[in-house]
């Protein structure tokens, strides 16, 4: 059962274009990562943000942490061709050790 | 090693027969997860190790999955009597603390396929 929910499910965006994708939940966790996962590969981590309201940059990726700390999104600007692939959000309970990963969001950008 | 590295990469198990999964973590890497990964969907977790023991194996579908790491570093996954609904892709991931904060480097994944 997943307990995050993404948005949008599929994104097929044209090079230069900036995107922003959501990840949402009714439980709150203690940090929130984002992975980026391409076929055949294992996710990769892009973030972790701990504190509510948090804002990290990582290039052209700007990552944000929700006030209540039970959402975040990703925006992507200008995108390029190397940024397709499976992004999903994990969420980690408090005190805990796992990760409830997000439905996922597939996205693919056409040169 | 460098990374988490899963065998094989790919199995194919005809229904009904057993199979085991291969993760080598990362060297000295406390926590290790199993999770299972359908065809264009999020992780499910699996279970847990810390160190040795298995903390957590509330994720396995049912009493056909077992998941061992008796040494506290290599982990196997060994499914009995494959089913069709098994077919997924089985990711393995270490992280080098107890608490869950700072993330998981993942293995590439074994791709099973029952037919």
């Known amino acids: 059962t997943q307990l995050l929910e993404q948005s949008p499910q599929f994104l097929s965006i044209q090079e230069g274009e900036n995107l922003t994708v959501y990840c949402n939940s009714s439980?709150?966790?203690?940090?929130l990562q984002w992975y980026r996962q391409e076929p055949g590969e294992g996710p990769v981590l892009l973030v972790t943000?701990?504190?509510?309201?948090e804002v990290k940059k990582l290039k052209r990726l700007t990552f944000q942490f929700g006030d209540a700390r039970k959402d975040s999104s990703l925006h992507i600007t200008a995108a390029q061709p190397g940024d397709t692939g499976l992004y999903l959000c994990?969420?980690?309970?408090?005190?805990?050790?796992?990760?409830?990963f997000g439905t996922g969001t597939r996205l693919k950008v056409l040169a | 090693g460098a990374g988490v590295s899963q065998s094989p990469r790919y199995k194919v198990a005809k229904r009904g027969q057993d199979v085991a999964l291969r993760c080598d973590p990362i060297s000295g890497h406390v926590s290790l997860f199993w999770y299972q990964q359908a065809l264009g969907q999020g992780p499910e977790f699996l279970t847990y190790?810390?160190?040795?023991?298995?903390?957590?194996k509330s994720g396995l579908p049912s009493d056909r999955f077992f998941a061992e790491r008796p040494e506290g570093s290599v982990s196997t996954l060994k499914i009995q009597r494959t089913q069709q609904e098994d077919s997924a892709v089985y990711l393995c991931?270490?992280?080098?603390?107890?608490?869950?904060?700072?993330?998981?480097?993942f293995g590439s994944g074994t791709r099973l396929t029952v037919v």
């Open positions: 943000v701990v504190t509510g309201g």
């Open positions: 190790f810390q160190n040795e023991a298995q903390l957590d």
């Open positions: 991931a270490s992280s080098p603390l107890a608490l869950g904060d700072y993330g998981y480097t």
């Open positions: 994990a969420g980690a309970i408090s005190g805990t050790y796992k990760y409830i």
């Open positions: 439980s709150v966790f203690s940090s």
